[in-house]
């Protein structure tokens, strides 16, 4: 699988939109691109994925640019029970998930 | 709240001893996963069943082992402990759909420390 590069972390203000930022610089053809989050001590959460076209659904945005190298998740609406290390993944027809180090998104009040 | 299940919720074993962590898919997936995470880190691959086999493997020893059952609930077993056994194990199910490719919904997972 490729791998991914994300910031560390980043924080954001409470009723803004929290976009997160990740490189995928190596992908391929068949390659979806994963997002999922992980509350502290909790399993992590499902979010989004895409292979090529933008999606969105409850919880979030998924943009990825038309090169595929890189991706944006958007959470329209941040609040408090958002924050959370959040994982870019980039997953082929496989059986498992990668993760990195992701994200540690705080948000504030 | 996913529907994936696990058992127990904490555990404290001794160097050396044997551990056995249960989990319960979703209702309809056939698919279990176990991830190892250890303080800090991201959730690193165990290891898959798929209608009761193993479909695929992650760098760990041969004393990490598992069993998925016909109702696809899910054991994994750890033989003689060592302290950096001690971590977050999860479990996770999923249904493969027409590509493939598809989510995997995590528990709550087990936090097993080594003493």
């Known amino acids: 699988d490729a791998k991914t590069t994300q910031p560390p972390s980043m924080d954001c203000a409470e009723g803004r939109a929290a976009n997160l930022p990740c490189n995928h610089s190596t992908i391929s053809g068949n390659e979806y691109v994963y997002w999922y989050r992980q509350i502290h001590s909790q399993g992590p959460q499902y979010i989004i994925h895409?292979?090529?076209n933008n999606e969105t659904n409850e919880m979030a945005s998924l943009i990825i640019t038309e090169d595929r190298k890189s991706s944006t998740l958007i959470l329209p609406h941040a609040t408090l029970r958002d924050t959370a290390v959040y994982y870019c993944i980039v997953r082929s027809n496989d059986y498992k998930l990668s993760f990195g180090a992701g994200t540690t998104v705080t948000v504030r009040a | 709240e996913t529907g994936v299940t696990q058992s127990p919720t904490h555990l404290i074993k001794t160097r050396g001893q044997q551990v056995t962590l249960r989990c319960s898919s979703q209702?309809?997936?056939?698919?279990v996963s176990w991830y190892q995470q250890a303080l800090g880190q991201g959730p690193q691959f165990i290891f898959q069943y798929y209608r009761e086999e193993e479909n695929g493997r992650g760098n760990f020893p041969p004393r990490f082992s598992g069993l998925q059952f016909p109702n696809y609930s899910s054991e994994l077993n750890v033989n003689a402990l060592e302290l950096d056994d001690s971590a977050l194990y999860l479990c996770a199910s999923s249904f493969p759909g027409l590509a493939g490719v598809t989510e995997q919904y995590f528990g709550p997972g087990t936090r097993l420390t080594v003493t």
């Open positions: 895409g292979l090529k």
């Open positions: 209702s309809g997936h056939n698919t």
